[in-house]
Each structure stands twice: as C-alpha cells, then as structure tokens.
C-alpha cells in the first residue's frame, strides 16, 4: 500500500509548478492539511472565473471536475457558491490560480493520489 500525498503537499505541488511557469498561487482558504478536499479557482484566456473540485473518478484516481458551471463568469455567484462550500466543508482547500495553463498544471498534479 503506497501513501496518499496530503492535500497540503498537492497544494504546494501546483503552486510551484504554477510559478515555475511564471503564473501566480495563493490559497485563499486553509483547509485539513492530510486529507481536505480541493478546489481551484482560475480564469480563463478570456478573463472568465471558473470553478473546478478534486473529486475521485473511481478508477483508483482523482480527476479535476468542473463545478458551478452555472455561475462560470460571475464572480458574485461563484463567491457564493465558495461560501456555501466553505460552510458545508471548513476543511476544504480554496487556490486561486492565475497562469495561461492553470487548468492543465492543476489537472496533471491534483490526479496524484
């Protein structure tokens, strides 16, 4: 049996490797540093926020899901929906990414595990 990477150890991965690229990280919510679920907050080219959780895919792996689609360009909404989640969840991790390839850094690191 191998061991998971903490969520604290993935967060500091994707930060690394975002300002490895030239981009900017920072965790806006602190969550449980060994096991707390993640979610990533990240533009697109366009300039439009968008939402995205780890969630286990169930082939023994995690995947980065899109959520809050709904709200995907409407910062107030996505606001809201972070705060429900934050509400339900204190032990979730919030990080806000702003890189031209923040999507795929944060998919290739955030399926460890």
């Given amino acids: 049996m191998t061991a998971r990477p903490t969520s604290r150890l993935l967060i500091q991965a994707l930060i690394r490797a975002v300002q490895?690229?030239?981009?900017?990280?920072t965790v806006l919510h602190k969550g449980d540093e060994g096991a707390g679920a993640i979610v990533v907050q990240c533009r697109n080219p366009g300039?439009?926020?968008?939402?995205?959780?780890?969630?286990?895919d169930f082939s023994k792996g995690?995947?980065?899901?899109?959520v809050a689609t709904s709200s995907w360009g409407n910062e107030s909404?996505?606001?809201?929906?972070?705060?429900r989640r934050r509400k339900?969840?204190?032990d979730i991790w919030v990080i806000e990414l702003d890189s031209a390839d923040a999507e795929r850094l944060a998919a290739a690191i955030l399926a460890e595990g």
Avoid: T
């Fill in 47 to 56: 300039g439009e926020m968008r939402l995205f959780e780890r969630q286990p």
């Fill in 88 to 90: 339900s969840d204190p």
């Fill in 62 to 66: 995690y995947a980065l899901v899109p």
């Fill in 20 to 25: 490895g690229e030239g981009g900017f990280a």
């Fill in 77 to 83: 909404g996505l606001a809201q929906y972070l705060e």
